[in-house]
Structure formats: structure tokens, C-alpha cells
């Protein structure tokens, strides 16, 4: 696998979307290519500050109060 | 004849709720942080997603327990909010989201933050005004995909496009994405970047 198949695959390779076959290939190749897995490693970095910067939010426990009972009556 | 409900014996409507408690409900922080960032407000958020817990209950026969009700959850909510709430709390897209060409900063901070330590500068309330400025194709792909860690597969169906779309769309997000941090970061002095 060439630098430009690699990282056409690099969003599926962090997702963990690829085939078995394909993601070994991609990591073949990041494993000899310094270049291919900076990128990839920054990708990575982006993709988990974005999860932690937006998962915190919670649904408010007034509208679990007013859902309950909606529902239930309560 | 039916038989006489005793004290202490589950009726159907007790199995109902409680199925619908621990299936549906555990997923009521998902379904707000989907709303919120589809309506871009907390007031129709709550709304939102109290309507989609309404329909869903009333449906709850529909749903084949031990499936992905996460999914069916917010099949719902995304249909209730496409044909209740889009009209008034945004408007329909004009721009053609498949033609942008984002720019791939990475390239651009090869030198200088290869590793992408700015980002951990940006606040929170900065990252979820990046997302709520992108069109909003992308923003529900990146809030599925990236806040909530659903497969292309579950994003798909969630969005009724194929999976090919979602990659797409996905790739174009997070680029559009990085992009505005960028920018952002670069007026903020966090980087210098280069782009003018």
C-alpha cells in the first residue's frame, strides 16, 4: 500500500470501519512510513478531542421529570 | 375471564414501562445532545425530545426488544425533527454540501503542531459553535459519528443514505471542521498557521 491508498483510508482506519485485511495493510504501511502516521496520529488526536469536548452534555433533570410524566403520570 | 390482578403481579402496562424505561430512557443524554446541536437551541431541544419519548412509548409494540433502540430513537427524533422543527428553528440547506472541498489543515501544521496541541486549547462552548455553524448534513454526521460513536452503518440508516454517503460526509465534516478550529485558533494567537 502506497502513501495516497493509506490515507485515503485513514478516516475509515480510526473508525475502525475497514476489513481485517485492508486495516492490516494500513498499519503495514504506517509502520514504515514516519510521514503517513503523523498524519494519522493527528486525525486521531482531533477525532478524541472532539468526543471529549462534547460528550459531557447531559440531558437536564427537569426534562426527565416532565418526560416521567408525560408518560407515566408522575 | 381474565384473571384478577394480584398486588405484586406485573401487568402488561408495568412490563411496558419498564422495558421502555430500560431500553428507551437510558438513552435520554443521547437523544438531548442530538437535539441540541439539530436545533441549536435548549428550549426545542427539550421539546424535541420530549415529543420523540411520546411517540416512541406509543410505538413501543413496533420496537423488537433487544434491537438497537438507540437507533429506532433517533430514526424518530430526526423524522420529527425534519417535519416539525427544521422550518422554524433553521432553514432547509441552499448550499450543495457534496461540492465543498475542505482544506486539510494537517498540512498546513506539519512544522509547526504536527501533533495537534491547539486543539486542546479550544473551549467547549468554541467546538459545539464550530459544529452548529456547519451545514447540517455534516453537523448530524459529526454528531452521530464522532459525539456518539455510531457505526457508518447506524448513521446510515439513521440518515436513509447509503454508507457511502456517510463516509463522504463524514470526511468533509470533520475537514470543514478543522478548519473553522483552525481559523479560530490562528485568531486566537494559539497558532500562528499560515494560511492567510
Known amino acids: 500500500m502506497n502513501c495516497r491508498e493509506a490515507v485515503e483510508h485513514l478516516y475509515e482506519y480510526l473508525d475502525k470501519e475497514l476489513t481485517p485485511q485492508v486495516e492490516r495493510e494500513v498499519r503495514q504501511h504506517l509502520e514504515d512510513c514516519q510521514p503517513c502516521l503523523e498524519q494519522f496520529d493527528f486525525e486521531d488526536a482531533f477525532l478524541k478531542f472532539l468526543q471529549a469536548r462534547c460528550r459531557g452534555r447531559c440531558a437536564p433533570p427537569e426534562l426527565k421529570r416532565r418526560i416521567l410524566h408525560e408518560l407515566f403520570g408522575e | 375471564?381474565?384473571?384478577?390482578?394480584?398486588?405484586?403481579?406485573?401487568t402488561p402496562v408495568d412490563d411496558r414501562r419498564e422495558?421502555?424505561?430500560?431500553?428507551?430512557?437510558?438513552?435520554?443524554?443521547?437523544?438531548?445532545?442530538?437535539?441540541?446541536?439539530?436545533?441549536?437551541?435548549?428550549?426545542?431541544?427539550?421539546?424535541?425530545?420530549?415529543?420523540?419519548?411520546?411517540?416512541?412509548?406509543?410505538?413501543?409494540h413496533q420496537y423488537q426488544q433487544g434491537t438497537n433502540a438507540k437507533g429506532w430513537l433517533l430514526t424518530i427524533l430526526r423524522h420529527a425533527f425534519i417535519n416539525e422543527y427544521r422550518r422554524r428553528t433553521r432553514h432547509p440547506e441552499t448550499v450543495d454540501v457534496d461540492a465543498i472541498e475542505p482544506f486539510a489543515v494537517f498540512e498546513d501544521l506539519q512544522e509547526e503542531d504536527p501533533q495537534g496541541r491547539f486543539f486542546d486549547q479550544i473551549v467547549d462552548d468554541e467546538v459545539l459553535r464550530a459544529i452548529d455553524e456547519l451545514p447540517?448534513?455534516?453537523?448530524?454526521?459529526?454528531?452521530?459519528?464522532?459525539?456518539?460513536?455510531?457505526?457508518?452503518?447506524?448513521?446510515?440508516?439513521?440518515?436513509?443514505?447509503?454508507?457511502?454517503?456517510?463516509?463522504?460526509?463524514?470526511?468533509?465534516?470533520r475537514r470543514l471542521l478543522q478548519a473553522k478550529l483552525y481559523d479560530y485558533a490562528v485568531g486566537m494567537g494559539y497558532i500562528k498557521g499560515s494560511r492567510a
Open chain 2, 136 to 173: 447540517e448534513q455534516f453537523r448530524e454526521a459529526i454528531v452521530l459519528s464522532d459525539v456518539e460513536g455510531m457505526s457508518y452503518e447506524e448513521v446510515a440508516r439513521i440518515l436513509s443514505v447509503p454508507i457511502g454517503t456517510v463516509k463522504s460526509r463524514l470526511f468533509r465534516a
Open chain 2, 1 to 10: 375471564m381474565t384473571e384478577p390482578t394480584t398486588p405484586g403481579t406485573p
Open chain 2, 19 to 60: 422495558s421502555f424505561e430500560r431500553e428507551a430512557l437510558v438513552h435520554l443524554d443521547t437523544l438531548y445532545r442530538v437535539a441540541l446541536r439539530l436545533t441549536g437551541n435548549a428550549a426545542d431541544a427539550d421539546d424535541l425530545v420530549q415529543e420523540t419519548m411520546l411517540k416512541a412509548y406509543r410505538a413501543w
